[in-house]
């Protein structure tokens, strides 16, 4: 270990935990010895974290044409990684994007992490974890302004149905690793993702401690059990899709590098503050554009930003059909 690599590592280290089990060592770690544990259940376990402050999601904007994969990096003040002195992983934040379809609606996206287990080694600048996570979709709040979202969310409130105004109501996306839609549990390797080159602009070797990959097939959404709700939410996905360009279409693969700050120690009320805070995401309107410009567009690795290509005028119509169902 150099004097610059010790020089960012915080007091407190230990580690070990890495070196524990050899099945966790690379090239193929193994963490299935380890318990998978609730992301939010061991906050008072956590000593050490690393921020996630670029957060590079990727996707092709057409399923299996490789030519449109574009790049967005999420918002970079919500992720980070979460652990003990010995380094095992015990919670992992996920960021929030957004997403605006024109003269309709604008969306909140989020990364929700339900299960993980794995290791840091701070001074090798190394991790392995495994995770679970849903993907969820909700109207941004300057959305529900908007006439027919407005009238929606009233109607399906005076027949009690669920309606996606908030996180805590969110459409729920399921999630797999990739190729197995019947195993949830998926890695996260250290490195880039080797299955395509990230542009310059969303690379960040110069200021990043270490950088880590994960990619996840995208699933269905989670019924609800109710056939109006099941159908207006899948239009809604629908739209969502559009205006993100497929980031969640079912049988899409969503991968993200993340590029992580150097270690820090936890302190546990504001961990456990800043995670309700997002658990919440309250008034939280994370849609790219000119008001907000620390969420840059999603683009295509020339540079060139994506801008949704098919009309939903079809799909709003289909929508405006379950409201007048209600009416």
Wanted: net charge negative; proline share 8%; glycine share 6%.
């Amino acid at each position: 270990m150099t004097s610059e690599q010790n020089s960012k590592i915080p007091p407190g280290w230990q580690g070990g935990f890495a070196e524990s089990n050899p099945a966790f060592a690379y090239p193929d770690p193994n963490l299935s010895s380890i318990p998978m544990t609730g992301n939010m259940d061991n906050i008072n376990k956590l000593t050490r974290q690393q921020g996630v402050f670029w957060p590079e999601f990727s996707w092709l904007t057409k399923p299996g044409d490789s030519s449109s994969r574009c790049f967005q990096r999420f918002a970079h003040d919500i992720s980070r990684l979460g652990y003990d002195d010995a380094g095992r992983i015990w919670s992992i934040i996920c960021p929030q994007q957004g997403a605006c379809l024109h003269n309709f609606a604008c969306y909140n996206v989020e990364v929700t992490v339900t299960g993980v287990r794995g290791w840091v080694n701070e001074p090798a600048r190394d991790l392995a974890a495994d995770m679970t996570v849903t993907a969820k979709v909700w109207f941004s709040p300057s959305s529900l302004s908007n006439s027919i979202v407005k009238q929606a969310w009233e109607l399906f409130e005076e027949h009690h149905l669920s309606f996606p105004f908030d996180k805590a109501h969110a459409i729920e996306v399921t999630t797999y690793k990739v190729g197995d839609p019947n195993q949830p549990i998926f890695p996260v390797l250290k490195g880039q993702c080797p299955a395509f080159e990230a542009p310059k602009f969303a690379q960040h070797t110069k200021y990043a401690y270490e950088v880590g990959y994960l990619e996840v097939e995208i699933g269905p959404i989670i019924k609800l059990h109710n056939e109006k709700v099941d159908t207006f939410n899948e239009k809604i996905m629908d739209l969502f899709n559009i205006a993100s360009g497929n980031m969640l279409k079912n049988g899409n693969v969503l991968t993200w590098n993340v590029w992580f700050t150097s270690p820090r120690l936890v302190n546990r009320l504001e961990w456990a503050t800043h995670a309700e805070r997002w658990r919440k995401s309250i008034d939280a309107d994370h849609h790219p554009g000119p008001f907000n410009a620390k969420l840059p567009p999603a683009r295509y690795a020339d540079g060139s930003e994506f801008h949704p290509e098919l009309p939903p005028g079809e799909i709003i119509e289909d929508v405006l059909e379950i409201i007048e169902s209600l009416l």
